[in-house]
């Protein structure tokens, strides 16, 4: 797997961005596309949400899209997951079998398949993604529900499993989310999404709601988990040191549209765009 | 004004029922209820909308089941209704009575006279023959509402078979109470494809509903929904592999007929705490204790 080789070396942050490029760009040439976007296009009524937007996300690649807020960033994200419609371009996505489906044209059932299977989507807020009257355990067993697992037992079990995966106590799984700080709440939301072992995940500000310490906490398990599961990541974030410590590569958006791309590393460190370089010089130095 | 106007005329031929059309619904109503209820016998166990009246009765004592009985009620039908199995509750005394009135119907409490049996969470311990009606009086049609609130959310949720959150709802009952504690309105499967709420019959009810013979029709009054279960038909109760479907049980028989094979009430006799279980299904009682009595 050059992919998750890759995505290894990206990780660590000891190598340099030019051996890494060349790294990615032969894992990238190996596999087809995960997912592919032409052109796309939305409005809301005459207000541009984003516009002429153009990416591709390869299998096992986390890829941030940074910007203001009020940049689209969410707008594309929604668009990508087949939330809503856009109004213009294409967006096409390689399923685990290897067929191409037109997100836009999906039927409501293969979409919702899909976002059950195939896709995770965590939100910004932990209370959009769960159900705040059932038990952590249930939470986390409701896509393998979902998917057809009838046995009790073997539900619990990888319920316990996953709480232990994202540093939950065993003896939380019967407290419903509610009971839960907002950092756990998340990481409950992520273990929900991960646990049907999805290849694509969409996240919407992860760290959003929480304090420094418990965000540097959550970005640690999740670039754990990213590495560990060989997850493609749609990461939408206005943060760009939660984009540095995930992503590998980064595309920035302003009014709508991407300015800059690259990896993450080398957009960071050599902003071309001058939108660019005012967001990282922007970046409060500790 | 048609009321004065029928009334009139009913004094005027001198007729005992006068003011209602047979079965107190017009027959437009009727008709309307009809088609929705071979909608639902058409595709077992999926919720039909219709436009449910006013009754002359508070919404939860049984409108939409007596809307369904009156639209499927024929002149030489024998009617018994039951409420929780009682056939002399008032509930159940008040319906059938107006029935009688309305519709001029012979009345019963046995289950196996009758044609057409309207229910309040009970099916009767006899079982069931080709040729009668249930009618169960629904209050929240809706098995999927506890889980999701949005009804345009349910509705899609059932077109797309879409069901894992029903055993959400038994594993929060396993993971709080170490077994399936939902005793009543239990979920089933019909004709494996859609899930439905059974009313709020006890599930010791549930497997009766399967393989029927007869023909079971649910009416929700307040939600405006019917639906039904045609005989014959696949119904099954949702469960776990390693936690199976299973009915309740007593350790002791009825106090009153000593049934073994019935759902039992328990009854608190005094203050002092005691209580004695008896037949919840008072016809299937009495007629157990009257053939004990005979040997």
Known sequence: MMVAQAAKLISSAT????????MLADALDAEPALMSVRGVTHYYGDRCGCRSIDLDLWPGEVL??????????????????GRFPPSAGTIHYRDAEGVRHNINCLSEAVRRRLLRTEWGFVHQNPRDGLRMRVSAGGNIGERLMACGNRHYGKLRGSALDWLSRVEIAADRIDDRPSAYSGGMQQRLQIA?????????????????????????????????????LNLSVLLVTHDLVVARLLAHRMIVMRRGEIVETGLSDQVLDDPQHAYTQLLVSSILQG | MPAPTSKAAGQATGQSVVSYNFAYMDEQTKRMIRRSLLKAVAIPGYQVPFGGREMPMPYGWGTGGMQV?????????????????????????SIRAFFARVAGIRTTTATVEATLIQTRHRIPEQALRE????????????????MEPSEAETRAMHALEEYGVMHVKLYEDIARHGEIATSFDYPVLVN??????????????????????????????????IYA?????????????????????????????GATDSYLDEIITDDTGARMFVCSDTDHCARHAVARDMQ
């Open chain 1, 15 to 22: 190598s340099t961005p030019i051996s890494m490029e060349i």
């Open chain 1, 64 to 81: 941030a899209i940074v910007g203001e807020s009020g940049s689209g960033k969410s707008t594309l994200l929604n668009l990508l997951a």
């Open chain 1, 192 to 228: 929900r999404n991960l646990v049907s072992s999805p290849r694509l995940v969409f996240m919407d500000e992860p760290t959003g709601g929480l304090d420094v310490s418990v965000q540097a906490k959550l970005l640690d398990l999740l670039r754990q988990l990213v590495r560990q």
């Open chain 2, 69 to 93: 009985s009156a639209a499927v009620m024929g002149k030489e039908d024998v009617f018994k209704v039951i409420d929780q199995g009682s056939d002399d509750t008032t509930n159940a005394v």
């Open chain 2, 131 to 146: 040729g009668q009606i249930m009618v169960y009086q629904v209050p929240i049609p809706e098995p999927l509402r506890w």
């Open chain 2, 192 to 225: 494996k494809r859609y899930v439905m709420s059974p009313s709020p019959l006890p599930k010791f009810d549930n497997p009766k509903m399967n393989q029927c013979p007869a023909l079971q029709l649910f009416g929700a009054g307040r939600e405006k929904r």
């Open chain 2, 229 to 257: 279960i045609p005989p014959y038909t696949t119904v099954t109760s949702l469960d776990f592999e390693d936690y199976p479907f299973a009915v309740q049980r007593w350790d002791v028989p009825c106090a009153l007929c």
